[in-house]
């Protein structure tokens, strides 16, 4: 066991840092290299009932700090999951489904689906920012509950929820009670910071095409919207649900402010579609001596220990 292995909801990760679902996992050749990789999951990309292309390009621009995209969830269709679990099994290593539906129906029928397949951890996506004419489900507290309530009896593999950015602490609330009335097991905080805008001043212009240049926002200048989540959910739940940080997660150390924030795991995006597949193994490395240096032997003695002035 190594000084960074850790627990999701019940499941073992070999270690602290995985893939966030979003780039480089929708395509069953991408997902295989995540399973060679030294991602400690393999998260898939959300999916849809059926195939989608996703937005019109260009979509997703790389900034100085991060990027700004509209995807508009281009995905192979769930069934095509559901089929990709059998052979990435064979990788050893937790597979964690994405949804997410256009409707109530669209998340009852994926999870129920997921719920029978081989995968380690459903994640039910409440926050894809980047479809017309569909807001984000989690800033509605109504919906979210429907959902919830029509989800919870499915099966017995975990479901946790990737949530928006919450800048209030009575948003977090109200969430924090649905999450622990409806017994959801781990919650991935935070998805992109939803319909920013990035303009080019050269060009007085957007750049990203899709819904007039609002877009997603994401890598390091989302860090702390992240950790704050990450911390706030911490100590409403209690400990009682598991937690992904994600937003920003460059460097071990980036990491091990998610861990002080109470992250039982992080989830890159951002640097894992500029870097590539070696930043897993980069990123663990570094929290590793991180951890050495301060004389930390696992992620459970550090976790949450965030300390107050
Ligand atoms: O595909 C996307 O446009 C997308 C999704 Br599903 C999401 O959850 N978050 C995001 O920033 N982009």
């Known amino acids: 066991m190594s000084r960074t292995s850790t627990q999701v909801a019940g499941v073992k990760f070999d270690s602290y840092i995985c893939n966030a679902s979003g780039p480089l996992d929708a395509s069953f050749e991408e997902l295989q ?10 998260m898939m990309k959300s ?9 019109p390009e260009p979509r997703y621009v790389r900034l100085p700090h991060g990027a700004i995209q509209s995807m508009g969830l281009p995905n192979l ?55 017309e004419g569909k807001p984000q489900v989690a800033y509605d507290f109504e919906q979210s509950e429907k959902i919830l309530s029509a989800i919870r009896n499915l099966g017995k593999k975990p479901l946790g929820l990737k949530l928006p950015p919450y800048n209030d602490f009575s948003f977090q609330k ?30 007085e212009s957007t750049i990203i095409k899709p ?24 100590e409403l739940l209690n400990g009682k649900v598991s937690i992904f940080g994600v937003g920003g997660v460059n460097t071990g150390s ?48 550090v976790k949450g220990n965030l300390k107050y002035l």
């Open 33 to 42: 290299s995540l399973g060679e990789s030294k991602s400690s999951a393999i």
């Open 47 to 55: 999916c849809t009932i059926e195939p989608r292309e996703g937005n």
């Open 77 to 131: 269709g769930y069934k095509k999951y559901l089929d990709f679990v059998k052979d990435l099994k064979k990788y050893s290593k937790p597979i964690i489904a994405s949804v997410s539906g256009l409707s109530l129906d669209d998340y009852v029928v994926m999870v129920k689906e997921f719920q029978k397949s081989d995968v380690d951890l459903i994640e039910v996506n409440l926050s894809c920012p980047n479809i």
């Open 174 to 203: 109200q969430m924090a009670e649905l999450i622990l009335k409806y017994d959801i097991k781990f919650i991935t905080c935070i998805n992109s910071i939803g319909n920013t805008l990035v303009i080019d001043p050269e060009k």
């Open 211 to 234: 819904k007039r240049g609002f877009g997603g926002l994401s890598g390091e200048y989302i860090k702390p919207v992240a950790l704050a989540n990450v911390r706030a959910f911490y």
């Open 254 to 301: 980036d990491a091990f402010e998610f861990l002080l924030a109470g992250a039982d795991a992080v989830q890159v995006g951002t640097v894992f579609e500029k870097e590539g597949s070696g930043c897993f193994e980069r990123i663990n490395m570094e929290l590793e001596e991180i951890l050495l240096k301060k004389g930390y032997d696992s992620i459970e003695s």
